[in-house]
């Protein structure tokens, strides 16, 4: 069997595995771009497995003139940047002691190794140069049923990096089919194993929960995190009931996912997330249109349509009501409008303080009228 991906005809992908075989190299694709490929959905990077070690790998690099950077190299992870595309090789390991927040690696010498260290089967399927698979623990039927399953006994495996336990859900709300349900042995050994989240790192947590509620529908996968306990051990004071009827209002709106959007769904205390900047200014906004719920128009002119979608949808489930009327056309209204006053406009008469005043003032005037009023109208009101 062959995959077959756009990223695999590139030429810089071509360039990256060459540098290894034609080195004597093993080289394999791996992790989510195989997987995806499987499923012909997008991949969101570029995994390389190798024999080469990493100290070979930068040397190999570095003689063709291309740029490496040791981005993981006490695990054995080196980036290879060619023409603004990024590949991420990885050094055949396997896991030889763990303390539960990263799995303590030796480089090994064989694909089979290498494939036991991974965390579920779908994710440890392997395609060469060619596209020609490698499927050394039987990935494919589980992928083909999308049945996310540990790789050999989960409990021992969540023991060695408990961020697999997130990890299960994340790749459960991407791959899994809902209708099959959750596995039910990585379930269970997920709660037995909850406490152990505790130790992680709040930024490879807050970096799990992003990709988890980031998927098309994530309701189902944290549902299964509520019951089981993980959901109250990793999102503090989390409640998930009105995660299902925001995405089939989101769904019903089509509108993109934005997790954000429904992380505040499920709490409005993420402090312990380790948001980044941007993230976290989208976060504080939402909560302030959902505090003071204005008009859709004036919410979106306000903090963009994304929010103001965000804030009506969140509000219409958590209410257990319909979003207002008129919803998308409202939101559109504040698309490009430009308010017609500046600060020139007013400065013969106004200075300082009373000049902002009074511009905030014909702005919010303006934003009421729905964006109607003129410039004229405007100041005459003053
Ligand atoms: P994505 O589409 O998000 O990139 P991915 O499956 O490629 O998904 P990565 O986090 O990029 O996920 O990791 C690449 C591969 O490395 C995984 O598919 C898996 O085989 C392995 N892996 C990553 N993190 C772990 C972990 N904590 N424990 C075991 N294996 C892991
Ligand atoms: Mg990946």
Same mark, same amino acid.
């Given at each position: 069997?062959?995959?077959?991906?756009?990223?695999?005809?590139?030429?810089?992908?071509?360039?990256?595995?060459?540098?290894?075989?034609?080195?004597?190299?093993?080289?394999?694709?791996?992790?989510?771009?195989?997987?995806?490929?499987?499923?012909?959905?997008?991949?969101?990077?570029?995994?390389?497995?190798?024999?080469?070690?990493?100290?070979?790998?930068?040397?190999?690099?570095?003689?063709?003139?291309?740029?490496?950077?040791?981005?993981?190299?006490?695990?054995?992870?080196?980036?290879?940047?060619?023409?603004?595309?990024?590949?991420?090789?990885?050094?055949?390991?396997?896991?030889?002691?763990?303390?539960?927040?990263?799995?303590?690696?030796?480089?090994?010498?064989?694909?089979?190794?290498?494939?036991?260290?991974?965390?579920?089967?779908?994710?440890?399927?392997?395609?060469?140069?060619?596209?020609?698979?490698?499927?050394?623990?039987?990935?494919?039927?589980?992928?083909?049923?999308?049945?996310?399953?540990?790789?050999?006994?989960?409990?021992?495996?969540?023991?060695?990096?408990?961020?697999?336990?997130?990890?299960?859900?994340?790749?459960?709300?991407?791959?899994?089919?809902?209708?099959?349900?959750?596995?039910?042995?990585?379930?269970?050994?997920?709660?037995?194993? +909850?406490?152990?989240?505790?130790? =992680?790192?709040? $930024?490879? /947590?807050?970096?799990?929960? &992003?990709?988890? %509620? #980031?998927?098309?529908?994530?309701?189902?996968?944290?549902?299964?995190?509520?019951?089981?306990?993980?959901?109250?051990?990793?999102?503090?004071?989390?409640?998930?009931?009105?995660?299902?009827?925001?995405?089939?209002?989101?769904?019903?709106?089509?509108?993109?996912?934005?997790?954000?959007?429904?992380?505040?769904?499920?709490?409005?205390?993420?402090?312990?997330?380790?948001?980044?900047?941007?993230?976290?200014?989208?976060?504080?906004?939402?909560?302030?249109?959902?505090?003071?719920?204005?008009?859709?128009?004036?919410?979106?002119?306000?903090?963009?349509?994304?929010?103001?979608?965000?804030?009506?949808?969140?509000?219409?489930?958590?209410?257990?009501?319909?979003?207002?009327?008129? +919803?998308?056309?409202?939101?559109? =209204?504040?698309? $490009?409008? /430009?308010?017609?006053?500046? &600060?020139?406009? %007013? #400065?013969?008469?106004?200075?300082?303080?009373?000049?902002?005043?009074?511009?905030?003032?014909?702005?919010?005037?303006?934003?009421?009228?729905?964006?109607?009023?003129?410039?004229?109208?405007?100041?005459?009101?003053?």
């Amino acid at each position: 069997m062959h995959i077959s991906a756009d990223w695999l005809n590139q030429q810089n992908t071509r360039t990256v595995m060459t540098l290894l075989t034609g080195a004597g190299y093993e080289a394999y694709f791996v992790g989510g771009c195989v997987r995806n490929a499987l499923l012909n959905e997008p991949a969101s990077d570029i995994d390389i497995s190798t024999n080469a070690h990493p100290d070979a790998v930068v040397k190999i690099a570095t003689a063709a003139g291309i740029k490496s950077i040791p981005t993981g190299i006490d695990h054995g992870t080196v980036t290879i940047v060619i023409g603004g595309d990024a590949y991420e090789i990885t050094t055949f390991r396997k896991d030889i002691a763990t303390d539960g927040r990263r799995a303590i690696v030796a480089y090994a010498d064989n694909i089979i190794d290498d494939a036991r260290r991974r965390d579920f089967t779908m994710n440890a399927i392997y395609a060469d140069q060619s596209g020609k698979v490698t499927d050394p623990l039987n990935g494919l039927p589980d992928l083909l049923a999308r049945h996310v399953r540990f790789i050999d006994g989960p409990d021992q495996r969540i023991a060695e990096d408990y961020l697999r336990i997130l990890r299960f859900f994340r790749f459960t709300a991407w791959y899994g089919d809902i209708n099959n349900g959750i596995d039910a042995e990585g379930l269970a050994a997920c709660a037995r194993g +909850l406490d152990g989240l505790q130790n =992680l790192s709040r $930024e490879r /947590v807050g970096g799990e929960v &992003s990709k988890l %509620l #980031s998927a098309p529908n994530p309701a189902p996968a944290v549902a299964a995190m509520a019951q089981s306990g993980v959901l109250a051990q990793t999102i503090k004071g989390a409640q998930h009931q009105f995660l299902a009827p925001l995405i089939h209002l989101e769904q019903q709106f089509d509108v993109a996912p934005n997790w954000i959007a429904r992380l505040v769904c499920l709490t409005r205390d993420a402090q312990d997330l380790r948001l980044s900047r941007k993230d976290e200014n989208q976060r504080i906004n939402l909560i302030k249109l959902l505090d003071n719920n204005p008009p859709p128009h004036a919410a979106a002119y306000r903090y963009g349509a994304t929010l103001a979608y965000s804030a009506a949808l969140i509000l219409a489930a958590s209410l257990e009501s319909v979003p207002p009327k008129k +919803l998308r056309e409202n939101i559109a =209204l504040a698309n $490009e409008v /430009v308010f017609p006053i500046k &600060s020139t406009d %007013l #400065s013969d008469q106004l200075q300082g303080k009373s000049l902002g005043n009074a511009l905030r003032k014909l702005e919010r005037r303006w934003i009421q009228s729905r964006f109607t009023m003129t410039k004229q109208e405007l100041l005459n009101e003053l």
